[in-house]
Each structure stands twice: as C-alpha cells, then as structure tokens.
C-alpha cells in the first residue's frame, strides 16, 4: 500500500516537471532581438529559427559559429545544450555545459542554465549534481536577486546613474563592466529601447525601462527556481526507489591544453583557462534505468521519454 502511494506521488510529481519542462526551449525563441547588426547575435537568431523548425544538427552547427570573445556566447553554450538535450544526446549537453560552470564564465550565465544542468543531472541519475547545482544557482542567484530588487526599489541610484552615463558616451559589453554585470539586468545595454532613451536624452524612461528589465531577470530567475524545486523533490523519491549501485558516479571530463592560455589574475581558485579546453569538453555517462525498483509508474523521465 506504501509503495502505490509513494509511486502515485511520484507520477503526479513527474506530470508536473514535465509540464514546466516541455516549454523550456521555447525560451530559447524568446530571446532572439531584432534589427541587430551584431554577428555573433545575428548566428543565435538563425540558430534559434532551425532549432524552432526542428533542425537540430544546422541549429547546432549555427551555434558553433558564435565566437567566444562574445558576450552570447555563454547562451549559445546553453541554449546547444538544449539542442542535445532535445535529441536526448546527455552527454553532449553536459559537455557543452561544463565550460560556463567556471568562476570566471559564472557570473555570464542565466539562471535557466544552471536549471537545465540539474534537469541532465537529473536524467542520467547524477543526484549528487543535482544538489550541487541547486547549490551553485542560490551562491549565484540569491545575491543577484538582493541587487535587482534594490534597482527596482530605487532607479536613481550611484549604479544606475553611472551605468546609463557609461551607456550614452559608448557602446558596453558584458566584459567591461566587471563586478557590477551581476547587479545589472543581463544583456541590458543591447536593448534597443533601454539604448534610445539613454541617447535621446530620455533619463527617466531610462531608469523606468531598466527597472522593467531587471523585473524580467527577477521573473526568470523565480520560475527557474520552482522548476528546480519540482527536480529535487523528485531526485528525493526517487532515491528511495533506485539501488545505491545505478546512481551516477563522478562525471570525468576530458580535455586537452596546448600553450595557448588566457589569465584570470583576479580568480584564485581559476588562474589558468586554456583556450581549447573553453568549450571542447567530452564525457561519457552510464545509462540511467527508466523503471526503477518498486515503482508501477512506467518511464520516470519528464515527458514520458526513457
């Protein structure tokens, strides 16, 4: 009688994650801007268009054309390993996601990112990861969302004020903004709105339009937060119902160094990034069982799909 109650637990909880799940990539669409002259952002649009179309390997090969010196080009990490986690392939998603989990790449990095980790980790019966990744997202996140709401409070703060000055006089990249990237509203200096106003003179539908952005940051990153929520309650039922020996053990990533090097003097605990390693990471996973012990509930994997 236990074990039906606890697997009817477990069908209502996987109905669910598969509901908040199966639209996930579709924010991957949402994103695309237009009228940009941007290369790198031109290649995530058309990237983003054959991945709608279902053209997985074009959208991927599209992706791959995003340069790392772009500010976009920790999303075109993510949003390949949502290509590959859409043809099911795990260990390509990790892979193409181990990069942005790096100090010095972290703070670039969306909060449906570390999410989309913890559901592969989650897939490929990585509990252990799971719990890291939630981890990693409240390090991450809770203080960005301490300095959105803070924005929001108050528009005419030394941080806005320097920031939108910065932005009328010159074009800002993620890269020069330093520390402040993680208290700002992501990719806010390539919106177009945000931009004309600052350059019009328009100061307060400035502030008003940057507040507006850092209230859909604060809304991305609540959503994502529930949908890690749903993972882990499932990762702890279903730990009680799969044998010690199935679960995932430590991931290996391999990769190769040559001379070339970039220094991150600021980051103690990253002093050395090699360039072939960014974004050139392989590893191979065990297969997760799809019915584990106990449970009359079918597939466990969001969807419906082993």
Same mark, same amino acid.
Not at 76 to 81: D, N, Q, R
Not at 147 to 160: D, F, G, I, M, P
Not at 183 to 206: H, I, N
């Given at each position: 009688?236990?074990?039906?109650?606890?697997?009817?637990?477990?069908?209502?909880?996987?109905?669910?994650?598969?509901?908040?799940?199966?639209?996930?990539?579709?924010?991957?669409?949402?994103?695309?801007?237009?009228?940009?002259?941007?290369?790198?952002?031109?290649?995530?649009?058309?990237?983003?268009?054959?991945?709608?179309?279902? #053209?997985?390997? *074009?959208?991927?090969?599209?992706? %791959?054309?995003?340069?790392?010196? =772009?500010?976009?080009?920790?999303?075109?990490?993510?949003?390949?390993?949502?290509?590959?986690?859409?043809?099911?392939?795990?260990?390509?998603?990790?892979?193409?996601?181990?990069?942005?989990? %790096?100090?010095?790449?972290?703070?670039?990095?969306?909060?449906?990112? /570390?999410?989309?980790? =913890?559901?592969? !980790?989650?897939?490929?019966?990585?509990?252990?990861?799971?719990? +890291?990744?939630?981890?990693?997202?409240? *390090?991450?996140?809770?203080?960005?969302? +301490?300095?959105?709401?803070?924005?929001?409070?108050?528009?005419?703060?030394?941080?806005?004020?320097?920031?939108?000055?910065?932005?009328? #006089?010159?074009?800002?990249?993620? @890269? &020069?903004?330093?520390?402040?990237? @993680?208290?700002?509203?992501?990719?806010?200096?390539?919106?177009?709105?945000?931009?004309?106003?600052?350059?019009?003179?328009?100061?307060?539908?400035?502030? %008003?339009?940057?507040?507006?952005?850092?209230?859909?940051?604060?809304?991305?990153?609540?959503?994502?937060? #529930?949908?890690?929520?749903?993972?882990?309650?499932?990762? /702890?039922?279903? =730990?009680?119902?799969? +044998?010690?020996?199935?679960?995932?053990?430590?991931?290996?990533?391999?990769?190769?160094?040559?001379? !070339?090097?970039? /220094?991150?003097?600021?980051?103690?605990?990253?002093?050395?990034?090699?360039?072939?390693?960014?974004?050139?990471? *392989?590893?191979?996973?065990?297969?997760?069982?799809?019915?584990?012990?106990?449970? &009359?509930?079918?597939?466990?994997?969001?969807?419906?799909?082993?």
């Amino acid at each position: 009688m236990k074990n039906k109650i606890f697997a009817n637990i477990l069908t209502i909880t996987l109905v669910v994650l598969a509901i908040i799940l199966v639209a996930i990539p579709q924010s991957v669409l949402a994103k695309a801007s237009k009228g940009t002259n941007d290369k790198d952002l031109q290649n995530m649009n058309k990237a983003r268009k054959l991945f709608e179309k279902n #053209k997985i390997t *074009e959208a991927i090969e599209t992706y %791959n054309q995003v340069s790392k010196n =772009s500010d976009f080009w920790t999303d075109s990490m993510e949003e390949k390993a949502w290509a590959h986690t859409k043809s099911q392939d795990y260990d390509k998603a990790l892979a193409e996601l181990k990069s942005i989990f %790096n100090p010095v790449f972290l703070p670039f990095a969306g909060p449906e990112t /570390i999410m989309l980790a =913890s559901f592969i !980790d989650y897939k490929i019966c990585n509990y252990k990861g799971v719990f +890291e990744k939630i981890k990693i997202y409240k *390090e991450t996140m809770l203080p960005r969302v +301490e300095a959105l709401e803070a924005l929001v409070r108050n528009t005419k703060s030394e941080l806005v004020k320097n920031t939108l000055a910065k932005l009328a #006089k010159e074009n800002i990249t993620g @890269s &020069n903004l330093g520390t402040d990237i @993680s208290k700002l509203p992501r990719f806010f200096y390539a919106d177009k709105k945000l931009v004309d106003a600052v350059r019009s003179g328009k100061t307060q539908k400035a502030q %008003n339009r940057l507040a507006v952005l850092a209230n859909r940051d604060l809304d991305e990153i609540s959503k994502n937060l #529930k949908k890690m929520k749903v993972i882990e309650i499932e990762v /702890i039922q279903r =730990s009680f119902l799969i +044998e010690p020996q199935q679960l995932q053990g430590d991931l290996k990533f391999d990769k190769k160094k040559s001379a !070339d090097i970039m /220094i991150f003097p600021d980051e103690a605990d990253s002093s050395e990034v090699w360039l072939d390693e960014i974004g050139n990471y *392989e590893v191979k996973t065990m297969k997760c069982p799809t019915n584990p012990k106990s449970t &009359n509930s079918g597939s466990t994997s969001p969807g419906g799909k082993s």
